[in-house]
């Protein structure tokens, strides 16, 4: 029955967008995952995806997909790139992992225009300034 089924709430978990400074000295955008918690997250599986509209049509970009074995307590990792004509849209990033032997998932939307300076705040266990999720 649904009841019988447990219903894990993620909490300290975030997804922020952070940028930064390429070798070369350019600005670049970067996704990471922020294990706030004090214990180990193992089997991290992150998709993400941006949809929306653009000039007035509907766009979708691929589906990319990470695996990440384990991210240690108070840690974070690095999840992919990403570029400034996405800001536009939805970025979506569906999170799965677990804890032990219970599966957790939640899904973290960026929204359109959203992922600016203006929403900037101090991104815990990084320790720099980017957009949050938690």
């Known amino acids: 029955m649904l009841k019988d089924i447990p219903d894990f709430h993620v ?12 070798p070369e000295g350019d600005r670049v955008w970067n996704v990471y ?20 509209m653009h000039k007035g049509e509907k766009v979708q970009t691929s589906v990319l997909r990470h ?4 991210i240690p307590a108070q840690g974070f990792v ?13 970025n979506e990033f569906w999170v799965s992992f677990y804890i032990n032997r219970d599966i957790y998932d939640k899904k973290y939307l960026f929204l359109p225009e959203t992922i600016n300076e203006e929403y900037f705040t101090h991104i815990p266990v990084i320790d720099k300034q980017g957009v949050m999720i938690k």
């Open 11 to 22: 909490e300290d978990v975030a997804m922020a967008i952070i940028p930064e400074r390429s």
């Open 33 to 52: 995952i922020v294990n706030m918690k004090n214990e180990i997250i193992e089997g991290v599986l992150v998709t993400s995806k941006g949809y929306g």
């Open 67 to 70: 695996f990440i074995e384990n």
């Open 78 to 90: 690095r999840v992919e790139p990403i570029i400034e004509n996405l800001f536009g849209l939805n």
